[in-house]
């Protein structure tokens, strides 16, 4: 079967790529466009390390096809520091130490943000339910929580 | 030399880690990140029985596909002899691991690699393993422990004769090995018991549960070398693996260590690299192979299933005078299970003058048991721990005094044969005693419990350099993945040592050829033995600074003295030089400054910890909520306290997990039934409250921080401080984990059904 060719939007830029009917936007991501930032976990939907937004929606990369990136508006982990400047939450997920491994830290970075840019003033449990599609295995959660509610403070202009 | 803890200006701060930006922003390369021009995909074929003789395999369909460019099995790999080859924090037996590799002969479960293909595209690899027509013989079945060790069950390894027994036995069976340990006289001691109990408690196999799946990208060149990228624990295990597998020079082989996206013990050793070596140098191309979650589930190591027995007798007044257990360890389909760990932990919180251990090493037809965090202890901490928190409630005693009042200390003799030098296992009692937790009250259907475990902590090969630049900056060079900022741990003893800021001293985990030999990060060794490393290569540095401002300032080395930074000299009138005085100046003295040092670091302390956790339990439902949760530990110096606290936090969840929820299913067919995270449930935020962390520190003498171990010690009382909550909740004991919502509403209707008979 021949591929498929896309014409779509990733980070702001044009991009066109040619992917294989059944080729994951998260494979397009990483195999075709070199965005390696979204990562691989389950390929199932349920650990959320490939987060991205899709239309200003989260959701999880490798449970989108490539040709459906057609005519939309991709954003992923790699826009999300502008310059060399952090987001604050990943500055505050940086400050609290709230990573190990890191290989889960990308798709906590753009659900956060996500979730912080319909929320700025979460809740403890809002910020739990928010997460619970992301899945870390070394911290416990107890930091990356504490960095989010951080963030959150930072950027509604309270001093932590 | 020993530091002061009193005067230090960098270890026990909170610095960002120096490779933060990259984590945070998506730029670090993990295993899968890497790719190379020309490079092929490879995908392996695995078994759908559990137990069946390979008759014979037809891969010439699959070879004839246009874009396959190699395809392997089993009989392309050398014949190994049994031999043990040492990994860091565990021996592997280099016959089994072979065959574990790619199948010869039989297939041992579902799952087990039977042959591999190298193509162009992945979508033409997944052709290529339909192809191949593999026919087999099944064979009966077993994967349960209990199951494999009767007379009668399926034999899996002919030539498996239980060793450790007086005499060799007639006949072969699952059963690999037999161990005893013992101290004192266990029938004396329980004639002087006053209260006896016995239990047997079960726990499932489960998963590490890292959230990268194994991922290598090989690259065969025809002058015979390999280059391989790959994540792991240990990029040396994994060299002088491949090596040993495929009949390489451990030179010929350059491992470089891709970030690590977890580990907990299960990438200590190889699947794929071998694979993707061999495969290389059949197409001439590189290779890239990762796994799908369900192969990581189905093919790598979890910890293995346990029946555990256990035997306690108490004096009325709380005194523990014997102590018993028997373990029985599902190794999967190949020997080597930790129930040797579990034999020599369970007890170890604990002065015992009578305890006698026998633990059995079982094979049956599940994926080879891998290393789990502190392998084997949780297993055998859950069943003592339980059966401990009887004993208090019968003699109606406080659970944390009745540990303290048996609890060990510096002089107490382990089963294991250790003597304890300065520990810290009674402090942290009484510092979970003294928790604002503790003391708290609760609420309808809640209940608390509290339980401790020990680890022992390794120390092992480490090998550091110290580059110190002209401007009088520094760079590490180590060799030990970097899985919780232990990079950051580096630079701040090195900067510490050294005297200058934390942010003049980058950190680079080195490859195979670029740094000497360093074992595994594993063991809890890595800030203690790296760190002790570091720390010792940055001394060689501080020498050579003297010598250089020596020279200049025309006195001997020992008449100056290296304070903040900076050579001052004890006598004369010669001016101070700091360090990136005498580096700019380096090339003049003597050439540039290079500090190394090379050790097998000993005496690493052992760790102590006491969890304490409520829970909830909905009794409509069997839900199980986690209220609070309390992990007290034994950490000796905390370098960075962010990621001590973060490894007893992360190590707390990966117990309630494997509490209340994770668990592999195999049916009765043999097959994993739940090969993902979607049925394989581990913790999400949402499950869980803030996990609140105290920091006991009892320096260990033998670190020149205090360092001791952290990672493994917080894994392993959580299971029955769970248990224990759920007890104190209901007053039902929970025997079986995972105590899943089912399991524990099935409970709570018999125990209502029984009140009202």
């Known amino acids: 079967m021949s591929k498929i060719h896309v014409s779509t939007t990733v980070n702001g830029d044009p991009v066109e790529f040619l992917c294989e009917p059944q080729q994951t936007l998260l494979d397009v991501l990483r195999d075709e466009l070199q965005l390696t930032g979204s990562k691989e976990g389950c390929a199932s939907g349920d650990c959320g390390a490939c987060s991205i937004e899709l239309d200003g929606r989260l959701v999880c990369s490798c449970l989108v096809l490539g040709a459906e990136a057609e005519g939309r508006d991709v954003e992923t982990v790699e826009s999300i520091a502008v310059g060399d400047t952090l987001h604050p939450v990943q500055a505050k997920i940086l400050e609290h130490g709230a990573l190990q491994c890191g290989y889960c830290t990308p798709g906590f970075v753009v659900a956060a943000k996500a979730l912080l840019d319909r929320n700025p003033d979460p809740t403890e449990t809002e910020v739990r339910y928010w997460l619970a599609g992301n899945l870390c295995r070394c911290t416990g959660y107890d930091k990356i929580v504490g960095a989010v509610l951080d963030a959150a403070s930072e950027m509604r202009g309270e001093t932590s | ?489 580096m630079a701040m003893m090195a900067a510490e040592v050294l005297g200058i800021p934390f942010e003049k001293v980058q950190v680079v985990v080195a490859d195979t050829a670029s740094i000497g030999h360093t074992d595994v990060t594993g063991g809890s060794r890595v800030t203690f033995a790296t760190g002790m490393a570091v720390t010792q290569a940055a001394e060689d540095v501080v020498r050579q600074l003297k010598e250089r401002a020596a020279a200049t300032m025309e006195l001997d080395p020992e008449e100056v003295v290296w304070q903040d930074g900076v050579a001052h000299p004890t006598k004369g009138e010669a001016k101070p030089l700091s360090l990136a005085d005498i580096a700019g100046d380096a090339a003049r003295t003597g050439g540039i400054i290079v500090g190394r040092s090379s050790i097998n670091a000993k005496g690493a302390g052992p760790s102590f910890a006491t969890h304490i956790c409520d829970v909830e339990v909905d009794p409509e439902t069997g839900r199980i909520e986690i209220l609070r949760y309390t992990a007290v530990q034994d950490v000796g110096k905390a370098i960075h306290p962010s990621y001590v606290e973060g490894q007893m936090q992360g190590g707390a969840v990966q117990g309630i997990g494997w509490a209340l929820n994770e668990e592999y299913v195999y049916n009765e067919d043999g097959i994993l039934e739940n090969p993902g995270f979607l049925d394989y449930r581990m913790p999400v935020a949402s499950d869980l409250p803030m996990i609140d962390t105290v920091l006991v520190e009892v320096a260990n003498p033998s670190h020149p921080f205090g360092v001791r171990g952290v990672g493994e010690a917080p894994l392993v009382p959580p299971l029955a401080a769970v248990v224990n909550a759920i007890q104190d909740a209901t007053g039902i004991r929970m025997t079986e984990l995972p105590v899943s919502p089912v399991k524990m509403l099935e409970a709570l209707e018999a125990n209502q059904k029984q009140a009202a008979e």
């Open chain 2, 1 to 489: 030399m020993t530091y002061d803890n009193e005067n230090l200006k960098v270890v026990g701060t909170r610095p960002v880690r120096p490779d933060g930006a990259d984590k945070v922003t998506g730029r670090a390369n993990f295993g899968a990140d890497f790719s190379m021009p020309q490079q092929l995909i490879g995908k392996v074929l695995r078994s759908p029985h559990p137990h069946a003789r390979i008759v014979s395999i037809d891969t010439s369909k699959a070879e004839a596909l246009p874009g396959v460019k190699a395809v392997m099995v089993g009989e392309d790999m050398i014949a190994m002899a049994h031999e043990m080859s040492q990994s860091g924090e565990s021996a592997i037996d280099v016959h089994d691991l072979s065959l574990n590799v790619l199948a010869r002969g039989k297939v041992l479960y579902d799952g087990h690699a039977v042959a591999a293909v190298a193509a162009t595209s992945a979508v033409i690899a997944d052709d290529a393993l339909d192809l191949i027509d593999v026919t087999y013989d099944v064979l009966p079945h077993v994967s349960d422990v209990d199951e494999a060790m009767k007379p009668d069950a399926p034999v899996l390894h002919e030539d498996m004769f239980t060793a450790g027994m007086d005499e060799k036995p007639a006949t072969a069976s699952n059963i690999a090995s037999r161990m005893e340990m013992a101290l004192g006289d266990v029938e004396e001691g329980f004639k002087k018991a006053d209260i006896v109990i016995e239990r047997s408690y079960k726990t499932k196999a489960v998963h590490q549960g890292y959230i990268e799946p194994h991922a290598v990208v090989a690259n065969f060149a025809e002058d015979g070398t390999a280059t391989v990228w790959c994540s792991s624990q240990g990029h040396f295990a994994i060299r002088d693996l491949c090596a040993k597998l495929l009949g390489m020079d451990s030179s010929a082989i350059r491992v470089t260590p891709a970030e690590i996206g977890g580990g907990f013990g299960g990438k200590t050793t190889v699947y794929l690299e071998p694979l993707a070596i061999a495969l290389s140098k059949k197409a001439g191309r590189p290779v890239k192979m990762t796994m799908t979650r369900a192969e990581v589930f189905r093919a790598t190591g979890p910890t293995p299933a346990t029946s555990l027995d256990v035997k306690i007798g108490v004096t009325n007044d709380g005194q523990i005078v014997a102590a018993e257990a028997d373990f029985r360890f599902n190794a999967g389909a190949f020997k080597g299970s930790p129930v040797g760990a579990a034999c020599m932990s369970a007890f170890t919180p604990y002065t015992l003058e009578n305890v006698k251990v026998v633990g059995y090493d079982v094979v049956t037809n599940a994926c080879k048991s891998g290393a789990y965090r502190a392998p084997g202890a949780p297993n055998g901490a859950f069943a003592v721990e339980s059966a401990l928190d009887e004993l208090a409630h019968m003699l109606n005693m406080d659970p944390l005094d009745f540990r303290h009042q048996n609890g060990a200390e510096a002089g107490t003799k382990a089963v294991y044969g250790a003597t304890f030098r300065e520990i810290g296992c009674k402090d942290v009692l009484v510092a979970a005693k003294n928790h604002p937790h503790y003391k708290s009250n609760l609420g309808p259907n809640q209940g608390r419990g509290v339980a401790s475990g020990f680890w022992f902590n390794i120390g092992g090969q480490s090998n550091a350099a110290v580059n110190v630049h002209e401007d009088g900056t520094v760079t590490v060079v180590e060799g030990n993945p970097d899985i919780g900022g232990t990079r950051a741990a």
